[in-house]
């Protein structure tokens, strides 16, 4: 059975007027690994990312194209996504309460809230531009999941090209830190961004290619801080 069509029979309360939001209801606090943390994860990112797409006023094919890129959505279960999609467009339910709603599904695990993050800015990107409602937007969701501003402009940087970019931000450091905190720290970064760890932690396979830009940042982020303290 698809991921696609556990979510269709998820959410198959709909039909009965049932709101989208209610459905993260049914997936509170689901183990790890758990195949309905998997789902809700998935819900999470299509319904975010839907209202995300709208912030600047505009749903592009782009920015459709662009969630299917992350999830790889085969031929085949492409009418399922652009349902569940567009029932998440059109529902009436504000991107506060949603934030919400995922953040208390994931209450203690601020790394899955972190990789949620990552891909709705993959999403803001696709049409080529970042709008400032869209920056509003991702804004205001980190601060519901309480991702810290150091992360959120670390994850800026990596997809947004003229945004400033710190090598700290991207290891989780201050500016004061040790080259040894630093090694650390990227160390721990790359070991957190293993594709194992991050199925484990109830982030759909399709979704682990995100994981390969955080590398290159976390990398690059410790050759520049590495290079510093050597001169």
């Known amino acids: 059975m698809s991921i696609w069509t556990r979510i269709l029979e998820a959410i ?13 209801d049914r997936f509170r606090n689901p183990p790890e690994a758990c195949p309905e943390r998997t789902v809700a994860f998935t819900i999470a990112v299509i319904a975010l990312g839907a209202k995300m797409a709208k912030a600047d006023g505009e749903v592009t094919r782009n920015e459709v194209s662009a969630f299917r890129q992350v999830f790889h959505v085969p031929p085949e279960e492409e009418a399922h996504a652009a349902r569940v999609f567009n029932l998440a467009r059109q529902d009436v339910a504000g991107f506060e ?48 999941f ?32 040790s080259v040894e905190e ?31 830009r955080r590398l290159i940042a976390v990398n690059a982020a410790w050759e520049e801080i590495a290079a510093r303290q050597a001169a």
């Open 97 to 144: 309460a949603y934030a919400r709603k995922i953040r208390t599904m994931f209450q203690g695990d601020s790394r899955v809230l972190t990789d949620l993050l990552e891909g709705l800015f993959h999403v803001s990107v696709a049409d080529g531009s970042y709008h400032p409602a869209e920056d509003e937007f991702l804004h205001e969701v980190a601060r519901i």
């Open 146 to 177: 309480g991702v810290g501003e150091p992360c959120f402009r670390a994850i800026r940087a990596r997809y947004v090209p003229d945004a400033p970019r710190d090598p700290y931000d991207v290891l989780g450091l201050t500016p004061n830190a």
């Open 182 to 212: 630093a090694r650390n720290a990227w160390k721990a970064a790359v070991r957190d961004s293993h594709p194992d760890r991050l199925i484990a932690r109830g982030v759909p396979e399709e979704a682990v290619k995100l994981a390969e």
């Open 12 to 24: 198959a309360a709909l039909a009965q007027g049932e709101s989208l939001g209610a459905v993260f």
